[in-house]
């Protein structure tokens, strides 16, 4: 058989229930929608750990943070040789990137043939990526951050420039261009990696406008307090009271703008490979690296168990009359990033890499559970999610939180201090205990989990506004300054 194109789309940040066709009541994406009618939507797709860099290691490695090596965000660890990218081009795959890739070095190709990088404007750690470099040759050198807007906060604005330079604009016209000129001899991967709509918040003012008269969905409210909360959800809390009811829809219409930006721009890529004749024998994949709260339980950002920061998009469209598969049917099964690489490799009739741990969601088989973890020490959160039920634990103060999602998929009420579901409790902990490894077995006490001293809840203080960038022209010297995750 003829291998197929493959063309993954990422975006960073995207939390998997803001499609139209998965009933929200507010967000439009007709692009995705129809994309889902045209293949399969996983509705139970995971980030195993939703935070950028470890995510994208287990997307294209196909492993787990277990076998990657990265739960905290590793900002420079090198990535291991044998990576998507890599596996499509020893089959003879012409491979091509563009925008996000999040590694170490920041230059590394990670197995792709070129990659055109969308940074985030992270010059001051060495590179000055292709982004930049195409204001500057548009007449606007170092002037992307000049709306004022942070890379991990929520104040927003529309956008500056004109709307030609949008990042999001930027990364389409790069594809199509590399569409174009492809060689016509060998089969293609193509990796879009859009960078919103993770903050900054900076949408079109054109898809402000798409909004500006909905009525905006409330953010999730719960029971939790009933039962006290643990130290590192209170501690989280703490960064969105200063957000009044108006200011958190209008934070989230912004977030929608970018998220419909997207949409509408995929629309261009989708169609040039149809004039191209190339879309029936394509492969589409569209994911997120993970998700964001946006004010549901009073949390932001990622980082974290719940639906709206580990749950993401995973659409798959098969090239026309290829055997996978109804056409717009849901599958139920668990997923997680991991899953991406092996489907795919396997899709196109290539041999999956030993180093992979993931497992292809194309097949008929299971899984029974997903292991999530994030961070060490104080900073540490674990989950065991299985078909109906979902454990997070918090190991400051040994505290465990669960959740039915057949009778509460939106994780309102827990349901660790139910006598009624004392039995369940002790089977999910022991569950979660089997998948502890390394420095989290000293969490453990005579078989039962014991945790880490909880601690007395502390003032956020956000010195930095959230990773704010400055100007960039002139541009930084090359320094070694390590990124630092901030999620005040």
């Known amino acids: 058989m003829t291998r197929p194109n493959i063309l993954l789309v990422t975006t960073d940040q995207w939390p998997g229930h803001l499609l139209g066709i998965a009933g929200h009541p507010v967000i439009q994406t007709p692009t995705l929608d129809d994309l889902a009618r ?37 900002d420079q660890l090198g990535m291991p040789a044998e990576t998507l990218a890599r596996s499509f081009g020893r089959a003879g795959y012409q491979t091509f990137g563009v925008g996000k890739l999040h590694v170490f070095p920041q230059r590394d190709r990670i197995g792709f043939d070129d990659v055109i990088l969308d940074e985030e404007g992270r010059a001051q750690y060495g590179v000055m990526d292709d982004y930049e470099m195409f204001l500057g040759d548009q007449g606007y050198p170092g002037r ?25 604009n930027w990364a389409t016209q790069a594809m199509i261009r590399h569409i174009k000129r492809r060689d ?45 909360l643990p130290w590192s959800v209170a501690t989280k809390r703490q960064r969105g009271d200063k957000y009044s009811g108006e200011q958190v829809a209008n934070i989230r219409r912004a977030f929608y703008a970018l998220c419909t930006h997207i949409d509408h721009q995929l629309r261009l890529v989708i169609g040039t490979l149809r004039e191209e004749l190339l879309l029936d024998d394509t492969i589409v994949l569209f994911t997120s690296d993970h998700g964001d709260m946006l004010g549901d339980h009073g949390l932001w ?37 991991a ?52 454990l997070i634990y918090y190991p400051v103060g040994n505290r465990l939180q669960l959740f039915d999602l057949e009778s509460d998929p939106d994780e309102r009420h827990d349901l660790s201090q139910s006598a009624e579901h004392a039995g369940l409790l002790q089977e999910m902990t022991a569950r979660l205990i089997r998948q502890l490894h390394g420095p989290d077995l ?24 959230s990773s704010q960038r400055g100007h960039h022209w002139p541009p ?4 070694n300054m390590r990124q630092i995750l901030n999620s005040a």
């Open 38 to 74: 045209a293949g399969i939507r996983y509705v139970n797709a995971h980030s195993e750990c939703p935070v950028c860099v470890p995510a994208r290691r287990s997307l294209m490695l196909g492993a787990s943070p277990r076998s990657h090596g990265d739960r905290i965000y590793d």
């Open 144 to 168: 992307q951050f000049d709306h004022g807007m942070s890379t991990d906060g929520y104040v927003h604005r529309p956008w500056h420039l004109p709307e030609h330079l949008h990042v999001t």
């Open 184 to 228: 016509p001899n060998r089969p293609a991967f193509w990796y879009l990696s859009y960078r919103h709509p993770h903050p900054p918040l900076v949408p079109l003012q054109c898809y402000l406008n798409l909004y500006r008269d909905m009525q905006i969905d409330e953010p999730l409210d719960d029971d939790w307090e009933a039962q006290g």
């Open 301 to 337: 950002a990622k980082s974290l168990f719940y639906r709206g920061s580990t749950g993401i998009p995973m659409i798959l469209v098969p090239p026309r009359n290829f055997p996978v598969g109804v056409p717009g049917s849901i599958d139920e099964r668990l997923v997680t990033l």
């Open 339 to 390: 899953d991406v690489m092996p489907s795919l490799l396997g899709l196109s009739g290539i041999s999956v890499p030993e180093t992979c741990d993931g497992r292809s969601f194309v097949d008929a088989g299971t899984r029974e559970e997903v292991y999530g973890e994030i961070g060490n020490d104080a900073n540490a959160t674990r989950m065991l999610r299985t078909n109906r039920h979902k």
């Open 442 to 465: 000293d969490w453990i006490t005579d078989g039962a989990l014991t945790g880490l001293p909880d601690r007395e809840l502390e003032p956020r203080i956000n010195r930095d506004l």
């Open 476 to 479: 930084q010297l090359h320094s």
